[in-house]
């Protein structure tokens, strides 16, 4: 699927605190008013906390190897009845419960995490990633997100270090200066690019730039989808749990407000060529999401309702 609509608002939440800490540094700031700058440290440690958990979640949840793999990351996790319950009624997945979990105190787990769910190899991956733009390039002209990794992970290092003494020390001496934030926004920026690339290219192969290829790319995953749950549409009404034509009536109704939802969601952008785009975005999520409640059906028990 590409990129998700979190991960792009990730990446601009960031650059837009960059912008404005670039704009600030440049005057002279009153002390009461230099509270700004540690909203900006915190907030992009937040930022990368947020976003590395909601990839974590989508790279396991994909499947196996990942799954497999992330078992690695789950030997604290402690499973009581309400969780159990919600593994199995599809609430809350495997990849939620992981991502949710694992620690993030220090730059090196922006690389551990996720080199462990895939199995190594994620810090090559990192510095060998291009930017989408490269794909329009000669491999002589194309340059990597991450220009010098080692600079990189020292900026995302301090920019840790000043979130712990901003939230865990009491102190009246400065702990950084205001013209040094500029380049650890900047690194937490370019570290979720190029992670979200790399994640993308892993989980999905090369994706299509174009808006004529994205289109495509959509509309044929908007048939697997489809497929996916016309296949368990079958199964459910083959477990007895449900009436056929009771079922039926239903499916109708709901397919006729999904495309109903989409069409919505499609006039966001009127007349232009990512309508398709957005429609077929939007019928993908709705008909993965039915695909989970037929799910249900097809899988419920005796005393489980």
């Known amino acids: 699927m590409g990129r998700s609509h979190y991960q792009h608002e990730s990446y601009a939440a960031l650059v837009e605190l960059l912008v404005l800490c670039a704009e600030l540094s440049k005057e002279k700031i009153p002390a009461e008013r230099s509270l700004l700058f540690d909203v900006f440290a915190l907030r992009a440690v937040a930022n990368i906390e947020v976003f590395i958990r909601v990839r974590l979640k989508e790279i396991i949840d994909h499947g196996s190897p990942y799954l497999e793999n992330a078992a690695k990351l789950s030997d604290k996790i402690k499973l009581d009845h309400l969780i159990t319950s919600a593994l199995q009624k599809r609430t809350v997945t495997v990849g939620d419960l992981i991502a949710h979990e694992v620690p993030i105190s220090s730059h090196w787990d922006l690389v551990r995490h996720f080199d462990t769910v895939c199995g190594g190899g994620f810090k090559r991956a990192l510095v060998e990633a291009k930017s989408p733009s490269a794909d ?57 690019a190029a992670c979200d690339e790399v994640i993308s290219f892993r989980l999905h192969g090369p994706q299509p730039r174009t808006q004529s290829g994205l289109n495509s790319r959509r509309a044929e995953l908007l048939v697997e989808a489809e497929q996916q749950l016309a296949a368990e549409i079958i199964r459910a009404k083959a477990s007895g749990n449900v009436d056929p034509d009771d079922f ?3 499916q109708a109704a709901w397919k006729e407000f999904a495309v ?7 006039a966001l952008v009127p007349g232009g060529s990512m309508g398709p785009m957005v429609y077929a975005n939007s019928l993908t999520d709705l ?3 039915r695909l989970e409640r037929v799910k249900w059906w097809s899988e419920l028990e005796e005393g489980n309702v």
């Open 136 to 192: 329009e390039q000669t491999p002589d002209e194309q340059t990597p997100i991450i220009r010098d990794f080692e600079r990189l992970f020292s900026s995302l290092n301090r920019l840790f270090e000043i979130r712990h003494k901003l939230a865990h020390e009491a102190g009246r001496e400065p702990i950084y200066t205001q013209e040094e934030l500029p380049e650890l926004l900047s690194a937490a920026a370019t570290y979720v």
């Open 248 to 250: 039926d009536e239903a």
């Open 260 to 266: 109903k939802e989409a069409n919505l969601h499609a």
């Open 287 to 289: 008909t993965k999401s």
